[in-house]
Structure formats: C-alpha cells, structure tokens
C-alpha cells in the first residue's frame, strides 16, 4: 500500500527533542494557509467594500444561496466582535509562517507542534459552527468561506497526522499505520460529507 500523500521520511526527532518535517508537508502548510489567506483577505475587502456601501453587492453573490452579501450582513460574521475574515489574516499567515520556516530547516519542540494542533483543531472546530450557521440559520452560501473551510480541513487532518506518527500525539500502533497510509482519506470524507450536505440542503435549487 502507498505511504500517505504527506510522507515525513527524515523528519523525526533529533537528539534535542525537536521534530522537523518533510518538504511535501511543510508545502502542505503553506499552500492551505495561502488558500485561506487568499479567502479571508477577499471577504475582508468586500466586508470594508459593504461598510462604507450598504447597497454593494459582493462579487460572489452569485444568487439567492450563493450570496457572500447575505453571509457579511450576519450576527455570525462578526461573532468575536469584528470581521471573521480578520482573524484568518492572523492565523492563516501564521501558518505559512510555519510552513516556510519548515521549508528552510525548521525543527520544533512537542510543544510547538501540539500548539499548532490546537490552533487546527479550534478552526476546524469554528469552521463546523460557521458551516452549520450558513447552511441553517443564514440560508445562504459564500464561496470564498468554503474555501477556507476546505484549507482548513486539510490542514488540522495532516497536522493531526505528522503528530501521531511522530509521537507528539501518543497513539496506538495501529492508528500511527492508519494515518501512515490512509490520511488522505479523512480529510476527503471531512469535504464530502460537507459537500453531500450543501447538496441536500438545497435540493430543489440545484436540481429546478
């Protein structure tokens, strides 16, 4: 069976207790980052753009359920007390951050690592509620934020992973052979099943 699409051949431990990360990965981080980078910078233009112009219609409203304006326009947008988007420009450009300097030789503590498991798992974590609120309560679906929802997906699946097979998450064997192989297909699923509920909340749009 193939070694996952993610391999980290060369990366473990050092004798310092730090743990680097091969270039497949580290280009991992920072392509998902600039992906959600990207999102967050477009949606907090036209969030500036819909401030100063009530009657501005973004870009990506493209109908009735695809209308990033219907989303900006939301209690949700702004559920920390400004823009969404502004703390992707924050978190997002820290993980390329990360990327680049695992690119350049980078090795970092278990901590270090566990940190930036944590930063994921409280996106993937936001993204879910932001994703229930759009489909459920707004109504409404914004394309840029379902970007950011992929990149962020994909990035907490394989931080997840290089953490369990390098022991900085203390798992079975079994499950370090699971995510030695078989990675991909959890962040797949992940999409999928949010796919598979876009399709089913609007039926009758997509098929009429």
Same mark, same amino acid.
């Given at each position: 069976?193939?070694?996952?699409?993610?391999?980290?051949?060369?990366?473990?431990?050092?004798?310092?207790?730090?743990? $680097?990360?091969?270039?497949?990965?580290?280009?991992?981080?920072?392509?998902?980052?600039?992906?959600?980078?990207?999102?967050?910078?477009?949606?907090?233009?036209?969030?500036?753009?819909?401030?100063?112009?009530?009657?501005?219609?973004?870009?990506?409203? *493209?109908?009735?359920?695809?209308?990033?304006?219907?989303?900006?326009?939301?209690?949700?947008?702004?559920?920390?007390?400004?823009?969404?988007?502004?703390?992707?420009?924050?978190?997002?450009?820290?993980?390329?951050?990360?990327?680049?300097? *695992? *690119?350049?030789?980078?090795?970092?503590?278990?901590?270090?690592?566990?940190?930036?498991?944590? $930063?994921?798992?409280?996106?993937?974590?936001?993204?879910?509620?932001?994703?229930?609120?759009?489909?459920?309560?707004?109504?409404?679906?914004?394309?840029?934020?379902?970007?950011?929802?992929?990149?962020?997906?994909?990035?907490?699946?394989?931080?997840?992973?290089?953490?369990?097979?390098?022991?900085?998450?203390?798992?079975?064997?079994?499950?370090?052979?699971?995510?030695?192989?078989?990675?991909?297909?959890?962040?797949?699923?992940?999409?999928?099943?949010?796919?598979?509920?876009?399709?089913?909340?609007?039926?009758?749009?997509?098929? $009429?």
């Amino acid at each position: 069976m193939a070694k996952a699409a993610v391999d980290e051949v060369g990366s473990g431990r050092d004798g310092g207790g730090t743990i $680097g990360a091969s270039r497949a990965f580290s280009w991992l981080l920072v392509i998902t980052g600039a992906a959600g980078l990207l999102a967050a910078w477009v949606i907090t233009i036209d969030k500036f753009k819909l401030l100063e112009d009530p009657n501005f219609t973004p870009g990506c409203s *493209l109908n009735p359920i695809v209308s990033c304006g219907n989303i900006m326009k939301s209690e949700q947008a702004s559920v920390f007390g400004f823009p969404n988007p502004m703390l992707g420009l924050v978190t997002y450009a820290m993980v390329i951050a990360i990327g680049v300097g *695992l *690119l350049a030789g980078a090795r970092y503590r278990r901590w270090y690592w566990l940190g930036l498991n944590a $930063g994921t798992l409280f996106g993937v974590g936001f993204c879910t509620w932001l994703m229930y609120q759009s489909l459920y309560e707004i109504n409404s679906l914004c394309l840029w934020c379902c970007l950011a929802w992929v990149a962020t997906i994909v990035m907490f699946w394989y931080v997840t992973s290089h953490n369990v097979r390098h022991g900085v998450i203390p798992a079975p064997g079994g499950l370090k052979t699971f995510f030695d192989e078989f990675t991909w297909i959890l962040p797949v699923l992940h999409i999928g099943i949010i796919g598979m509920l876009i399709l089913t909340r609007w039926w009758d749009f997509w098929t $009429g």
